[in-house]
């Protein structure tokens, strides 16, 4: 990884393993002081190796267990309609993750919605009318055997 060293990193695995941690607990399993891992700390913040740092919510707990993966293919490939399916994904809560792939589809949308019911609201309200689209196909997730795992860096 370019610009950063092995304490960076094993502050970025720390982090990315409990974002809760204090910076004294955060110096002490990386093995430096406390000002130095706060220094470098905000420098991973600066320099966007951090963006965020945020709490994982169970979907169950919140009332939305179900998971939809949705592919969809436009009409056309043009930087107009990417852009303008792009800015509809980002205004639909439901829509998790808005991913430009390679393959069959052109975009593979995560969806979290409370049930089946719900799903068949948000498509037929929103998901239909998503400019420029030819197609969308549907894939109900029945289990999440790994997700959100830390990345192997």
């Not at 130095?36 to 951090?50: K, S, W």
């Not at 979907?59 to 107009?80: C, E, F, I, K, Q």
């Amino acid at each position: 990884m370019p610009g950063i060293d092995r304490i960076d990193r094993a502050i970025l695995r720390a982090l990315h393993r409990d974002g809760r941690l204090t910076n004294a607990e955060l110096a002490d399993r990386v093995n430096v002081s406390p000002a130095t891992c706060h220094r470098r700390t905000q420098r991973l913040f600066a320099e966007g190796f951090i963006p965020a740092v945020r709490a994982e919510v169970v979907p169950d707990a919140v009332g939305l267990g179900a998971l939809v993966m949705v592919g969809v293919v436009l009409d056309r490939s043009t930087p107009d309609s990417f852009a303008a399916l792009e800015t509809a994904a980002e205004g639909i809560p439901e829509v998790l993750d808005c991913l430009l792939v390679a393959g069959e589809f052109d975009y593979l949308l995560k969806i979290r919605v409370r049930d089946m019911n719900s799903f068949n609201t948000l498509h037929s309200r929103k998901l239909i009318a998503l400019p420029g689209v030819r197609q969308i196909r549907t894939f109900f997730v029945l289990k999440s055997i790994k997700e959100n795992a830390p990345l192997p860096f």
